[in-house]
């Protein structure tokens, strides 16, 4: 009697374990079928290809170049802020501050990381917005550069985190042996201890890429909206998340303009789930390497 | 072995001329400086989000606006309903994932912690952590809102919303769970209790603190999403409070939004918006600061 039960309860736990790999496995089944009609419409390459994108326009055109272009650029601006920001942040962290500046510090870092991405794009939209345009004289404030400063601001407690987690991996004989033979802080650091680490930080910046490029509401607010290939910084775009987010809406269901955004949809989670299956193996090799076994 | 040797061939040779050595000095400071300015980076961020927002908030914030529905077209009144759609959203989100993700963690730690099964739902949950938002949002519309025939709706909110907080829940249980000596376990089992005895009565109840905090900072993210509820429970104007799990919501983020990018009162709207953005960032922050102080605790106790 005992003994059912007990079986009974392992089979509800290992059924209610595979919920996350059943809703994974179900977002990809919806993406695809409510994505396949457009594709089979339009035909793959004219739609990641095609240049122009006037979804309501008659005949309307399905290219998402530029959204897949604003997306990118956005997204790469946002790394030339959070790699360097953030690898700095846990190197401090990791080397420089004492345990009661951790006891601070960290919990700084990670209720930036828990500020919602709608105050973001709120913040991005009232107060950074402006005083770029007032500053540099811009042409627009809602553009590439404040979407990318924004983004970048929220994906370095990412980097943060994650490379601090890598760094403190490293054994401490590394650093030991490298004082042994004269080395000082910094060239222990830049030469022993990065490089050591240096798979571990990858992962960090690839997590924060994935980060950025999948974030929604900020750049549906900051991003400025316009679905042209961006020629400098200062334009304004319409990255993958945006047009989502701000055409659902409209879209009729089951109309080639709602399966165009599931297709949106579909090669957006294409890239990230190519971003974190790379995060996940690198950082298993950087487990091995430094003979960890988790 | 190789990266001890190579790591430590990489470092130059020790004798070096005293001129050499005043230089590292000089790059050491130079580098340390740089690494101090990246961490201050942070706290300029936090500290302008939380001035700028506070500023301005605060003036719109009054006992009214706190209790009161919005009026005269969105742009007087109050933002009640949204706060309670919010509490609404965030605690059916919390209700279903809770068990499904303590479950799921429960089996990865004590049942099944070895073998292919395991990493397939490591890597599972891993990837739907990292899946955008707004693509749950999708997910949404068409499973719950359309297939189930919920509607737009506080139900298929809190379950969009549910299905994003799986992942951070599920991590934080199981690192809870690991975290649990194994000697409690088998103390348990030579007394004769039975595994879900023992993962009852014994490994449950050790691994709670972690496990609440996993669920706190869950309640925060979720607060605070915006893209997941746009087409799935959202509205901007929903009169009175929801009377069901079927009616439509206001949701403070969305409000946010909305007032940001609809309505024609631009002045009056911002106002209202920094007044919200307030109310969701001390709501949201609360949360995370409580789950850090418990997880602070906790490590105290176990150093203890």
């Known amino acids: ?294 | 072995m190789n990266t001890h040797e190579s790591a430590i061939a990489s470092v130059p040779p020790v004798r070096q001329p005293a001129r050499g050595r005043k230089k590292r000095g000089l790059t050491q400071k130079i580098g340390f400086a740089a690494l101090a300015a990246c961490m201050a980076a942070n706290i300029f961020f936090l500290g302008a989000i939380i001035f700028f927002i506070g500023l301005k908030g605060l003036g719109a914030i009054n006992w009214a606006f706190l209790t009161q529905a919005p009026r005269d077209a969105m742009t007087a009144g109050g933002v009640a309903p949204a706060i309670v759609g919010t509490l609404y959203l965030t605690l059916g989100a919390i209700m279903f994932a809770l068990p499904l993700g303590v479950a799921s963690a429960v089996y990865l730690t004590e049942y099944s912690p070895k073998g292919w099964i395991v990493n397939l739902l490591r890597v599972s949950v891993n990837n739907l952590a990292g899946v955008p938002s707004v693509v749950f949002g999708l997910f949404g519309l068409t499973v719950f809102v359309k297939y189930m025939g919920f509607g737009v709706s506080i139900i298929s909110g809190s379950l969009t919303l549910g299905i994003l907080a799986l992942p951070v829940i599920i991590s934080a249980s199981q690192e809870a769970l690991v975290a649990v000596p194994q000697s409690i376990r088998e103390a348990s089992l030579a007394l004769g209790a039975t595994q879900w005895e023992t993962i009852r009565k014994v490994v449950l109840p050790a691994a709670l603190p972690g496990i609440l905090t996993g669920v706190i900072l869950s309640v925060g993210r979720v607060a605070g999403e915006t893209a997941p509820i746009l087409f799935t429970a959202a509205a901007f104007y929903v009169k009175g409070y929801p009377d069901s799990p079927f009616s439509e919501v206001m949701a403070l983020p969305y409000h946010i939004y909305a007032l940001m990018t609809e309505g024609t009162h631009p002045e009056e709207q911002t106002r209202i918006a920094y007044g919200s953005s307030l109310i969701l960032l001390a709501l949201v922050l609360s949360v995370s600061m409580i789950a850090i102080f418990i997880r602070q605790r906790q490590r105290k106790t176990y150093h203890a």
């Not at chain 1, 170049?65 to 990791?94: D, E, F, Q």
């Not at chain 1, 080397?95 to 870092?109: F, H, S």
């Not at chain 1, 490379?163 to 830049?190: H, I, K, M, N």
């Open chain 1, 1 to 294: 009697m005992n003994r059912k039960k007990e079986r009974l309860i392992k089979y509800l736990f290992t059924t209610l374990a595979f919920a996350s790999l059943a809703f994974l496995i179900g977002i990809v089944l919806v993406l695809f079928k409510e994505a396949l009609p457009i594709f089979a419409k339009v035909g793959p390459k004219a739609f990641l290809l095609g240049e122009s994108w006037y979804p309501t326009a008659e005949p309307p055109e399905f290219g998402i170049l530029p959204l897949i272009l604003a997306s990118l650029w956005v997204t790469a601006g946002a790394l030339v802020i959070c790699v360097p920001l953030g690898v700095g942040s846990a190197l401090y962290l990791h080397e420089l501050a004492g345990p009661r500046q951790r006891a601070v510090l960290k919990p700084v870092i990670e209720i930036l990381a828990s500020v919602p991405s709608i105050v973001y794009g709120f913040f991005g939209m009232v107060i950074l917005a402006p005083w770029l345009q007032d500053t540099f004289e811009l042409p627009i404030g809602l553009c590439v550069l404040t979407t990318s400063i924004i983004l970048g601001v929220m994906a370095t407690p990412t980097v943060a985190s994650i490379a601090e987690d890598a760094l403190s991996y490293v054994p401490r004989s590394f650093r030991e042996a490298s004082f042994a033979v004269g080395a000082d802080r910094w060239q222990t650091l830049t030469k022993v201890i990065i490089p050591a680490a240096g798979s571990g930080i990858s992962t960090a910046i690839i997590l924060g890429m994935s980060r950025a490029i999948g974030e929604t509401m900020t750049v549906l607010m900051v991003a400025g909206g316009s679905a042209v290939i961006p020629s400098s910084i200062f334009d304004p775009v319409r990255p993958m998340t945006a047009a989502i987010a701000a055409e659902m809406g409209e879209a009729p269901v089951g109309s080639e303009h709602y399966n165009a955004l599931f297709a949106i949809a579909l090669i957006l989670f294409l890239i990230t789930f190519v971003f974190n299956i790379a995060a996940e193996l690198i950082s298993r090799r950087f487990r091995l390497k430094l003979g960890l076994s988790r």
